[in-house]
C-alpha cells in the first residue's frame, strides 16, 4: 500500500489473520495455530510527522524453555512508528514513535509491519508464567553443606607450624 496516500487520507484498518498468515512468526511459534487481530492507523500528530499506529493482539503457542511444554502467551502489541524515507530523519522523530524506513516510493507492506512489532514483542526466552520448578529443585531442607576443611588438610598448615618453630 502507498503510506504517504493513508496518512493524507486518514485512514484506519483492522481485521483479524490467522498466524499461519505470518511466515517468520510461524517460525518462532510452536503451532502455526490462531489469530491475530490488528488495527492500523495512518496520520499526522501535531508536529506533522507523518506515523502508523499499529495495535495487534495474539496468543501464539511457544514452548517453555523450563518445562519444554507448549503454551500460549497472550501478546500485545501499541506502537506508534514514524514514517522515514533516509535513516538520517530517525533523529527528528518525537519520543515515544519507532522509525518505519519505507522504500523512497512510499510503499508500506502492512503484513511485515505487524509481523516486525508482533516478533519485537516475544520474549527471547518463553517461560510459562505458570509452570512451578519441581520440589526437587527448590526444595530448601537440609542438604549438605560442605564443612570447613580442617587444619590437616590446609597445605599451608605444615608450613604455619614450621614457621611457628
Same mark, same amino acid.
Given at each position: ?8 487520507a ?6 483479524q489473520?490467522?498466524l499461519?498468515?505470518?511466515k517468520?512468526?510461524g ?7 490462531g489469530d491475530v487481530t ?7 500528530d ?5 506515523y502508523v ?7 501464539p ?11 500460549? &502467551?497472550?501478546? =500485545?502489541? /501499541?506502537?506508534? #512508528? ?7 530523519? *530517525?533523529?527528528? @522523530? ?5 522509525? &518505519?524506513?519505507? =522504500?523512497q /516510493?512510499?510503499? #508500506?507492506?502492512p503484513?511485515?509491519?505487524?509481523e516486525? *512489532?508482533?516478533? @519485537?514483542a ?21 542438604? *549438605? ?9 590446609n ?10 618453630k
Open positions: 500500500m502507498d503510506a504517504w496516500r493513508e496518512v493524507r486518514r485512514r484506519s484498518f483492522q481485521g489473520l490467522p499461519s498468515a505470518f517468520r512468526l517460525e518462532v511459534v510452536a503451532s502455526p495455530d490488528y488495527e492500523l492507523d495512518f496520520g499526522r501535531d508536529l506533522g510527522v507523518a499506529a499499529v495495535r495487534a493482539t495474539a496468543s503457542t511457544l514452548v517453555c524453555q523450563r518445562s519444554l511444554e507448549p503454551f500460549q &502467551l497472550p501478546v =500485545e502489541v /501499541d506502537t506508534r #512508528l514514524g514514517l522515514i524515507v533516509e535513516e538520517r530523519e *530517525e533523529a527528528s @522523530l518525537p519520543p515515544g514513535y519507532e522509525p &518505519l524506513l519505507l =522504500e /516510493d512510499g510503499k #508500506l507492506d503484513l511485515a509491519a505487524i516486525d *512489532e508482533l516478533l @519485537l516475544l520474549p527471547l526466552v518463553p517461560v510459562n508464567p505458570d509452570y512451578e520448578l519441581p520440589e526437587d529443585v527448590t526444595r530448601s531442607g537440609e542438604e *549438605e553443606v560442605p564443612s570447613a576443611p580442617e587444619a590437616s588438610d597445605p599451608f598448615a605444615a608450613l604455619r607450624e614450621l614457621m611457628k
